[in-house]
């Protein structure tokens, strides 16, 4: 296995909340190492950016105001696997079918409001951390 780095999100229903340390926990007692982190407000330019992939998806328009409607915490996490460490440790899209013991299974209020993004491969977690953090923001 090599060590990768992961973009995660941790989502205005969490962040309301007050769950960002719980769930940061989470990550850490699975081996993965938070190298970059920020509190933010995303601006509808930069929700809809971010999220132009599901542009022609219905739930695009909900999903973008969502995640405009609070602060998020964005994050780049580092370990080995981290993109399939990452996603195990947060559980199914949907909270009812997460397994116990993961993130959206324990704090998630609904399919939209599942508390956590994460990248779905090194592809994508390349440019989703590219977009919210420049290399000298990074520090392993």
Sequence with gaps: MAKERTLSIIKPDATKRNL??????????????????????????????FYAVHKERPFYNDLVSFMISGPVVVQVLEGEDAVAKNRKIMGATNPAAAEEGTI??????????????????LENAAKEINFFFSETEIVG
């Design 104 to 121: 959206r299974k324990e704090f998630a209020e609904s399919v939209e409001a599942n508390s956590v993004h994460g990248s779905d491969s």
């Design 20 to 49: 960002t340390g719980k769930i940061n926990t989470k990550f850490e007692d699975n081996g993965l190492r938070i190298v970059a982190q920020k509190r933010m407000l995303l601006t509808k330019s930069e929700a809809e950016a």
